[in-house]
């Protein structure tokens, strides 16, 4: 009898070419197809909720694929972790309903973007924080991500090769956090994002704590729905997709 199971996996995306599969490059979905189908002894094939890009990190993306299995579907987490590479952990499994899409049910993405805001870098955050030595006003990024918060046409945030058609997106809360090291994060949650819009966001956010871009000019950029009106894609390495609230979960 085949059965459904649900993957919250975490990897340090620095050696990948991101989740999904491409030719001729490693990517995370084709290291668990591969350990999955070693273990399970038939052919699986996972379905990601997020395609995270090359060298984007996650603390909680979600998979699903369906298997005969009998193994038990909490054991399936601890048996497969003995497979795969110490960059990738699968952190739960469980039995789903057969008919549960990641993709299809409505959830809340949380991301993290890190800046290492220093005169120096410090090499232990270099694959995981994205380096800036220009003193960053917050108080200014703190005015700008005010009015990035709430339902946008966030056009103006998403890559130009964005397949979609409703560039609509809904933003909880957009927070800051300054640590004492230096670090800056920025904490996002929203019902779904674009391609690289949290990345395009925090390269806005960084070049008005730099004084390029007055916090207030935010809702100019908005209106504009044009991808050449906001900032820079931010670098991949300062991201990682925290978690996946499910409606059922929360």
Not at 94 to 100: A, F, I, T
Not at 118 to 130: D, F, Q, S, T
Not at 154 to 157: A, E, L, R, T, V
Not at 171 to 175: A, D, H, M, P, V
């Given at each position: 009898?085949?059965?459904r199971?649900?993957?919250r996996?975490?990897?340090?995306?620095?050696?990948?070419?991101?989740?999904?599969?491409?030719?001729?490059?490693?990517?995370?979905?084709?290291?668990l197809?591969e350990?999955?189908?070693?273990?399970?002894?038939?052919?699986i094939?996972?379905?990601?909720?997020?395609?995270t890009?090359?060298?984007?990190?996650?603390?909680?993306?979600?998979?699903v694929?369906d298997?005969c299995?009998?193994?038990p579907a909490?054991?399936?987490?601890?048996?497969?972790?003995?497979?795969?590479?110490?960059?990738?952990?699968v952190?739960s499994s469980?039995?789903?309903?057969?008919?549960?899409h990641?993709?299809?049910?409505s959830?809340i993405?949380?991301?993290e973007?890190k800046?290492?805001n220093?005169?120096?870098?410090?090499?232990?955050?270099?694959?995981?924080?994205?380096f800036?030595?220009?003193d960053?006003?917050?108080?200014?990024m703190?005015?700008?991500?005010a009015?990035?918060?709430?339902?946008?046409d966030?056009?103006?945030?998403c890559?130009?090769?964005?397949q979609?058609?409703?560039t609509?997106r809904t933003?909880?809360?957009?927070?800051l956090i300054?640590?004492?090291?230096g670090?800056?994060?920025?904490?996002?949650?929203?019902?779904?994002?674009?391609?690289n819009?949290v990345r395009?966001i925090a390269?806005?956010?960084?070049?008005?704590?730099?004084?390029?871009?007055?916090?207030e000019k935010?809702?100019?950029?908005?209106?504009?729905?044009d991808?050449a009106?906001?900032?820079?894609?931010?670098p991949a390495?300062?991201?990682?997709?925290?978690?996946?609230e499910?409606e059922?979960?929360?």
């Open positions: 009898m085949t059965k199971i649900r993957l996996v975490a990897y340090d995306g620095t050696a990948y070419h991101g989740w999904q599969l491409q030719p001729g490059a490693v990517t995370i979905e084709q290291i197809n350990k999955l189908t070693e273990l399970l002894g038939e052919p094939e996972v379905i990601g909720a997020s395609r890009d090359s060298g984007v990190h996650a603390r909680g993306n979600v998979a694929f298997t299995h009998r193994m909490d054991r399936i987490c601890l048996a497969l972790n003995q497979r795969l590479p110490e960059d990738i952990r952190q469980e039995e789903v309903p057969p008919d549960w990641p993709r299809r049910c959830c993405k949380t991301y973007y800046i290492l220093r005169k120096i870098e410090m090499p232990m955050e270099r694959l995981y924080a994205h800036c030595y220009f960053l006003d917050l108080g200014k703190e005015q700008a991500a009015l990035l918060v709430g339902q946008h966030f056009k103006s945030f890559n130009v090769r964005t979609v058609k409703d609509v933003i909880y809360e957009l927070r300054r640590q004492g090291d670090m800056i994060t920025i904490c996002i949650r929203g019902n779904g994002f674009l391609y819009m395009i390269g806005t956010l960084i070049s008005v704590g730099m004084g390029q871009i007055p916090p935010i809702t100019e950029i908005l209106e504009a729905k991808r009106a906001a900032g820079p894609t931010a390495k300062g991201l990682t997709l925290v978690g996946m499910y059922e979960m929360i």
